[in-house]
């Protein structure tokens, strides 16, 4: 399958209609995914990326149906990460000495993946690449979200070939923005910056004002995961700007656990008294062992503040709560309030535990937490429903 994008530009990727996991069990696919690569053909040629190995042969089957491979000139590559150049060692078995333009890290990455000497060509930003009448003009772009990650601008069409940002995983036979359901559309983009980008935000908005910097008109995203941006493509750009400061809606999400369900009632009540508190506010629950991890830590970048609940259990917490404790430290959320509580029998070290982990991944926990003994009476179920009362009037971020 390929189609055209614009002009001399054609999409030859793969749509994984299948996928449901990606990086391992890291990140939920719930609707699929694209890779993304793109075939430009003017006086010279080039290939922007490639697919994911599993589908490494059929992809060059596919290009050799598109291009007689031999009159590819160039390949650049955008990113190192196996989606992006899986079928990389089976296109080179083919034509071996094509040049392959990317960052001095990407070198790196693909050396250490492939373990192959191709024929690199390092770029930095404001090198170009003539293809006659066009040109590509490369932007590196760090963190977003490897080491190795870059940009490529193709002058005349002004189309950015954005590598993952402004992507989401997301299958489509559409591929257009303008094309596709744009409630799920901007759902995965939320979801995807929410899960991969985050720790990166400031990166992101000093990437975006340097090449809005180049004042360099701009017609179309072509992303590498997902659909293209050909309606308005600043939009996604502009939500990119939104979602990297420190982000929050008019929302207090409740996360948790529970063995005997003591620690679901005392969850509840405490959603009660918040909603007592303030009936504007959006209150979300989710039990961690019932719930998609990712669809749970895109709540919680929406949110402006969270409360984390875990029963104690060999003087610890839950398996669910501890991972999800860890995943939020290494994400770096900013400007979001916590807190912490669960229900005991004997020790109730969870509540401090968790309290500690809120702090350490950068939330700010303005007080000690709520521990119960036991399953919650109607007196502890008041109590529950005063801690949500407090939380929502003293402690939530306007």
Same mark, same amino acid.
């Given at each position: ?5 614009k ?18 069990d ?9 890779y ?9 040629v080039?290939?922007?990326?490639? !697919? ?7 992809y060059?089957?596919?290009?050799? &149906? ?7 000139? =160039? ?6 990460? @196996?989606?992006?150049?899986? *079928? ?9 000495? #094509? ?11 693909? &050396?250490?993946? =492939? ?10 930003t ?6 006659g009448?066009?040109?590509l003009v490369f !932007? ?5 979200h ?7 601008y193709l ?15 997301? %299958?489509?036979?559409?591929?257009? @923005?303008?094309?596709?359901?744009? *409630?799920?559309?901007?759902?995965e ?7 991969i ?5 400031? /990166?992101?908005?000093?990437k ?9 008109p ?12 050909r309606d308005?493509? %600043?939009?996604? !750009? ?9 982000? &929050? ?13 003591? #620690? ?16 504007e506010?959006?209150v ?8 998609? $991890? ?17 029963? #104690?259990? @060999? ?9 999800l /404790? ?5 994400? $770096?959320?900013?400007?979001?309030? %916590?807190?912490?509580?669960?229900? =005991?029998?004997?020790?109730?070290e ?7 982990r ?21 007196? @502890? ?6 801690f ?7 402690? %939530?971020?306007?």
């Amino acid at each position: 399958m390929s189609f055209q994008v614009k002009n001399n530009i054609h999409w030859v990727g793969k749509i994984d209609w299948e996928l449901r996991k990606f990086h391992g069990d890291e990140y939920s696919t719930h609707k699929g995914s694209s890779y993304n690569s793109y075939l430009i053909r003017e006086e010279k040629v080039a290939l922007i990326d490639t !697919v994911w190995k599993p589908f490494a042969k059929a992809y060059v089957e596919n290009l050799k &149906q598109t291009i007689d491979l031999n009159e590819i000139d =160039y390949i650049v590559a955008c990113h190192g990460e @196996n989606d992006h150049s899986g *079928a990389l060692p089976e296109l080179m078995r083919h034509i071996p000495d #094509t040049p392959i333009y990317c960052t001095k890290k990407c070198v790196k990455s693909l &050396q250490g993946l =492939y373990h192959e000497d191709w024929n690199f060509k390092t770029v930095v930003t404001g090198d170009t690449l003539s293809l006659g009448s066009k040109e590509l003009v490369f !932007v590196e772009a760090p963190m977003l979200h490897w080491p190795d990650s870059m940009f490529a601008y193709l002058t005349g069409d002004e189309v950015l070939f954005s590598n993952d940002a402004f992507g989401q995983h997301y %299958a489509s036979e559409f591929m257009f @923005n303008d094309r596709v359901d744009q *409630a799920e559309l901007f759902a995965e983009c939320i979801k995807y910056y929410a899960n991969i980008l985050t720790p990166f935000s400031p /990166l992101v908005i000093r990437k975006i004002k340097e090449v809005l910097g180049f004042n360099l008109p701009l017609d179309m995203i072509c992303t590498s995961h997902g659909i293209i941006w050909r309606d308005n493509p %600043a939009q996604i !750009v502009e939500k990119y700007l939104e979602w990297a400061d420190s982000y &929050q809606e008019n929302q207090i999400t409740i996360v948790y656990d529970t063995m005997w369900e003591s #620690t679901r009632l005392m969850a509840e009540e405490v959603a009660a008294g918040i909603r007592e508190a303030d009936d504007e506010v959006t209150v979300k629950l989710h039990n961690l062992s019932k719930t998609d $991890k990712n669809d749970v830590i895109t709540e919680i970048f929406r949110s402006k503040a969270i409360l984390v609940g875990s029963p #104690t259990i @060999n003087n610890g917490v839950l398996v669910h709560v501890a991972g999800l /404790l860890e995943e939020m430290k290494g994400l $770096k959320f900013k400007k979001k309030r %916590a807190a912490a509580f669960g229900s =005991y029998g004997w020790s109730g070290e969870s509540i401090k535990i968790i309290t500690r982990r809120l702090e350490e991944s950068g939330f700010e926990v303005p007080g000690d937490g709520l521990g119960l003994t036991w399953a919650p009476d109607e007196e @502890n179920k008041a109590r529950c429903r005063q801690f949500g009362r407090d939380f929502a009037g003293k402690n %939530a971020i306007r």
